[in-house]
């Protein structure tokens, strides 16, 4: 049946969605080493509206401990350190009048188990939005007109299936992130 396997793809689709998106929200959790993507989603007053910090800035990382951001203009160097500090990242940025400097500290034992939770966390998310995505999928299939039950039931394993390769797949990104953060 077409309009089975139509169902499927898209929910093989929108799981994918999921999954990258765990992995976006993953990538913002800092694991001790200094990353851009760790001020992702951080906000500056330009010009009067709200822009993204890599809207207005390049950011670069020359070691393991330390973020250069230079703004494309001298003016903004005060709102972006006012914007990291209200962020709340435990970041304390620093200017030397070019460019914002940032120094990422070793993480606590404590923040260490703080950030594997909240990367628990988010990666439950997308096992429950993957886990929602199965049972919408198989509201859909049931109410296929002209599909024989055993068409369905096959249906119905086959979104199963994707469900578990999902879930395992958000299982081992969560795996590689807390290794990631354990490492001293």
């Known amino acids: 049946m077409e309009e089975l396997e139509l169902y499927i793809e898209e929910a093989k689709d929108l799981m994918n969605k ?30 009067g509206a709200m822009s993204p910090l890599n809207q207005v800035s390049s950011m670069t990382t020359p070691d393991a401990r330390t973020i250069f951001i230079k703004p494309w203009e001298k003016g903004l ?59 919408e999928t198989n509201e859909h299939l049931k109410k296929v007109k002209g599909a024989s039950e055993d068409d369905v039931k096959n249906a119905e394993e086959t979104v199963q299936k994707l469900t578990d390769d999902f879930i395992s797949k958000v299982d081992t990104l969560m795996k590689k992130k807390e290794a990631e953060i354990m490492t001293v």
Do not use: F, W
Not at 29 to 36: F, Q, T
Not at 112 to 135: A, M, P, T
């Open 77 to 135: 160097i005060l709102e972006i350190e006012k914007a990291i500090r209200d962020a709340n990242l435990g970041l304390n940025p620093q200017n030397d009048g070019q460019q914002v400097i940032i120094n990422v500290p070793m993480l606590t034992e404590e923040r260490r188990k703080q950030l594997v939770k909240q990367v628990g966390q988010e990666c439950e998310h997308g096992r429950v939005s993957i886990r929602s995505i199965r049972k």
């Open 18 to 47: 999921a999954l990258n998106h765990v992995g976006h929200e993953l990538t913002k959790i800092r694991a001790g080493k200094a990353n851009p993507a760790m001020l992702d989603g951080i906000q500056v007053s330009y010009y």
